[in-house]
């Protein structure tokens, strides 16, 4: 659906976000167009298995590809 390629692209933008800036999580959901960080974890952990947090901590290895 339109909705879900949106959610889907907001997720790949935030992604990116993640790995090459130092903004915060809550900057980075207004950044894609989310209106809170809560919208962005549930939409990044549908999307990816994991939440942004985790995605982010340099200390766990694995990432979603």
């Not at 339109?2 to 900057?27: C, H, M, Q, T, Y």
């Not at 209106?35 to 990816?48: E, G, N, T």
Request: charged fraction near 30%; hydrophobic fraction near 35%; glycine fraction near 4%.
């Amino acid at each position: 659906t339109p909705l879900r390629f949106i959610n889907l692209r907001r997720v790949e933008v935030a992604r990116g976000l993640l790995e090459d800036s130092s903004w915060s999580i809550e900057k980075i959901a207004h950044e894609v167009g989310y209106a809170s960080s809560q919208m962005l974890r549930v939409h990044f952990r549908r999307a990816l298995g994991t939440t942004p947090q985790r995605y982010r901590d340099p200390s766990r290895k694995a990432r979603p590809s």
